[in-house]
């Protein structure tokens, strides 16, 4: 334990040793009675992309970093909950988490054996728009893992018994979260947002009914139809050099492994933008917090104004020291934190905004909330835009400093179609965002006559303080109403 201590310990001051450059002593007489200002922001300077595409198409992006002997492998599948078909909602999720459940002729446990022994991680996961299979492993083992990765990506088992395990894995997560106050809070707002018929309106995993009917078939044809090395691409980065890494690739992920094919899927038609003002609220009898969740449409990330409203949202609620979290937090004491986020997709995206509060303070609560949202909206003063500017260009480094940071960061990149100089100008973009800028990513993104308000609490007490602020016609609905009804386990 002592020794994994002072390793994280050294990595933290080598990492502010590159950010921040070297520390000194105060000076004499320095005021103790403030925090030291930032340092200058430095330019960032990063490892060339190497692009290349094996015998089948599939396209690679590698960054060669030699200071410790492991790689990171990220197998990228343009094919996530976006594309599950109406009705069988999670299908992708279920399909991506069935992947390492039994492979290549070795059972789940086996495999896992395999993987450990390697002295490697193997992950999956699904988001909106894809799928990932991430590979960690030292690089004197990376021939062998990359076979226990192919495996997993081409030939997976979807055994039925694997299958039934998990569907009551999935089912049982779906239980507890009806008692999770956050969950029903996070549901009800993407149903209110993206109502009812559109993908984003369900959530990513999928409900009780769709999971209950999921069967091998299904997960096979899905994965048939959307994991093509023509809907897919690889990003690697760590101790490796383009020699050595294609014939490596080549015999795991090459045409001899997976045929050429397929293509990228249609993307969702973008969401509508709310016509007026939503408000629900969600019994939970007797809860002794009420969670606030405030949201509408949002941009996709390819919007000409990113910058400004990354740099608005990291004033108004993405920082410890943003405006919505010292309001609620440091100065009325209503909320361990209240934040603000984009959530960015490729068919738009959502503006969220949030706080877990005291019951007995709701109607105050959403009263700072309306306050802040209103407030971002006009002239910010020149020090609290060149906080948020020094904010953003700093914690760029920090979002890098490992293999596994990068390779998730150059796969965004690619499912995004973001250009090639996108790392390398971030730093200058950031500082060029202007006040008259970020204003004006406000009035587009954060419009309270256009939004949606959730509250999940205790609604004998919270209903008339809320009501008398007159956001909007109320709708009052129980938790089977916004999470379906119970699910059965068995």
């Known amino acids: 334990m002592k020794r994994s201590l002072h390793l994280t310990l050294a990595a933290a001051a080598l990492t502010t040793l590159a950010v921040f450059g070297p520390l000194s002593a105060a000076e004499p007489g320095a005021d103790r009675g ?104 030292p690089v004197a083992r990376l021939e062998p893992a990359l076979s226990l ?37 996070s549901r009800a707002l993407a149903a209110a947002v993206f109502g009812s018929t559109h993908r984003y309106g369900k959530p990513v995993n999928g409900d009780a009914a769709s999971i209950a009917a999921f069967t091998p078939a299904a997960l096979k044809a899905f994965h048939a139809e959307h994991y093509r090395p023509g809907n897919a691409f690889l990003v690697v980065t760590g101790d490796v050099v383009p020699a050595a890494l294609t014939p490596l690739l080549e015999k795991a992920f090459g045409a001899r492994a997976w045929p050429a094919g397929g293509g990228a899927p249609k993307p969702l038609p973008p969401p509508a933008q709310l016509k007026g003002r939503v408000v629900w609220l969600v019994d939970k009898p007797g809860a002794a917090q009420s969670v606030i969740r405030i949201g509408r449409v ?53 503006f969220r905004a949030g706080a877990d509060v005291q019951t007995k303070v709701t109607g105050e609560a959403m009263t700072e909330f309306l306050k802040e949202l209103e407030r971002i909206r006009t002239p910010a003063a020149p020090q609290e835009v060149e906080r948020a500017r020094t904010y953003m260009a700093l914690r760029l480094p920090q979002d890098l400093e490992t293999t596994d940071q990068l390779a998730a960061e150059l796969a965004n990149q690619t499912l995004q179609s973001l250009p090639d100089d996108y790392l390398a100008s971030y730093v200058e973009k950031t500082l060029a965002v202007t006040p008259e800028a970020l204003q004006k990513a406000a009035r587009e993104h954060v419009d309270t006559a256009k939004m949606a308000f959730v509250v999940v609490g205790d609604l004998a007490t919270i209903r008339k303080p809320l009501e008398a602020l007159k956001l909007g016609p109320v709708r009052v609905l129980t938790v089977d109403e916004v999470m379906g009804p119970a699910p059965k386990t068995q």
């Not at 960032?44 to 599939?58: D, E, H, K």
């Not at 992947?99 to 909106?128: M, P, Q, S």
């Not at 405006?323 to 997709?345: I, M, P, Q, V």
């Open 298 to 350: 949002g941009p996709d990330r390819r919007s000409v104004d990113y910058f400004p409203a990354e740099m608005m949202n990291t004033l108004l609620g993405g920082s410890f020291t943003s405006r919505l979290n010292d309001n609620l937090r440091e100065k009325r004491g209503y909320t361990y934190g209240a934040s603000s986020s984009f959530d960015y997709r490729l068919s738009g995206g959502q």
């Open 149 to 185: 990765m192919a495996d997993v990506v081409l030939r997976p088992d979807f055994s039925a018994k694997e299958l039934d395990r998990l569907r009551r894995e999935a089912l049982s997560r779906l239980l507890q979260a009806r008692a999770e106050p956050g969950a029903i809070a």
């Open 34 to 137: 403030q925090p030291p200002a930032p340092g200058p922001v430095r330019p960032l300077t990063l490892p060339a992309v190497q692009r290349f595409a094996l015998g089948n198409g599939l396209g690679v992006k590698l960054v060669e970093s030699h200071g410790v002997p492991v790689a990171t492998v990220l197998l990228v599948v343009r094919g996530g909950a976006a594309t599950d078909p109406a009705g069988r909602e999670g299908l992708a999720a279920m399909t991506a988490a069935m992947l390492d459940e039994g492979a290549g002729g070795k059972d789940a446990l086996a495999l896992d054996d395999a993987v450990t022994f390697l002295g490697a991680e193997l992950d999956t996961w699904t988001f909106w728009d894809s799928t990932a299979v991430s590979l960690k492993v």
